[in-house]
């Protein structure tokens, strides 16, 4: 008889406003970058934190700058494949929005935020005229349609989804009525 697979250990209740917390976001199962955060909202399923830009430097992607400076307001949820993080320049200035294809956030049992990272993004500029696609090319080598086609479809499906929002006008409606 064989031993039951080990299960996941159970994520702790909602974090509370204004505790600190830890951003982790992994890709390709290795930690990518690691930030401090100060949580804005948590109802147990949705997540909302606050962190100023974390690399050194400026990160130029022809459509936006992401500068020091900046600050995100950066929505996880625990049963959506997608993040959200508003962008405000220094001045407070909204610059859009950079919404990154993930598996539902994991709070770990230390309070830490983990979100891994599924290759596909959206960009939506503020005044929502610019709605892009980014990184079809590297979602397809990644190679997890051929290890979890099932994983691959959610991604593409939250892609899509997002997509539809920023188009349809309805992108403010999915934050509406939280803080960010």
Same mark, same amino acid.
């Given at each position: 008889?064989?031993?039951?697979?080990?299960?996941?250990?159970?994520?702790?209740?909602?974090?509370?406003?204004?505790?600190?917390?830890?951003?982790?976001?992994?890709?390709?199962?290795?930690?990518?970058?690691?930030?401090?955060?100060?949580?804005?909202?948590?109802d147990g399923v949705r997540v909302v934190v606050e962190a100023p830009w974390s690399l050194?430097?400026?990160?130029?992607?022809?459509?936006?700058?992401?500068?020091?400076?900046?600050?995100?307001?950066?929505?996880?949820?625990?049963?959506?494949?997608?993040?959200?993080?508003?962008?405000?320049?220094?001045?407070?200035?909204?610059?859009?929005?950079?919404?990154?294809?993930?598996?539902?956030?994991?709070?770990?049992?230390?309070?830490?935020?983990?979100?891994?990272?599924?290759?596909?993004?959206?960009?939506?500029? +503020?005044?929502?005229?610019?709605?892009?696609? %980014? !990184? *079809?090319? &590297?979602?397809? /080598?990644? #190679?997890?349609?051929? $290890?979890?086609?099932? +994983?691959?479809?959610?991604?593409?499906?939250? %892609? !899509? *989804?997002? &997509?539809?929002? /920023?188009? #349809?006008?309805?992108? $403010?409606?999915?934050? +509406?009525?939280?803080?960010?």
């Amino acid at each position: 008889m064989s031993e039951p697979a080990p299960q996941p250990a159970p994520s702790p209740g909602p974090l509370p406003p204004g505790s600190a917390t830890c951003v982790r976001l992994v890709k390709a199962g290795r930690e990518k970058v690691r930030y401090d955060a100060q949580v804005l909202h948590d109802d147990g399923v949705r997540v909302v934190v606050e962190a100023p830009w974390s690399l050194p430097g400026t990160r130029d992607f022809g459509f936006v700058r992401f500068e020091p400076g900046d600050v995100f307001t950066e929505h996880y949820w625990r049963d959506r494949w997608y993040a959200v993080k508003e962008v405000r320049d220094a001045r407070g200035v909204l610059k859009g929005w950079y919404c990154d294809i993930t598996r539902p956030v994991r709070v770990t049992g230390d309070g830490a935020l983990v979100s891994e990272d599924l290759d596909l993004d959206l960009w939506l500029s +503020a005044d929502g005229t610019d709605v892009r696609r %980014l !990184d *079809e090319d &590297e979602f397809a /080598a990644s #190679g997890l349609a051929g $290890r979890d086609p099932a +994983a691959a479809a959610r991604a593409s499906g939250a %892609l !899509d *989804e997002l &997509e539809a929002l /920023a188009r #349809g006008g309805g992108f $403010r409606a999915l934050l +509406a009525g939280l803080p960010g």
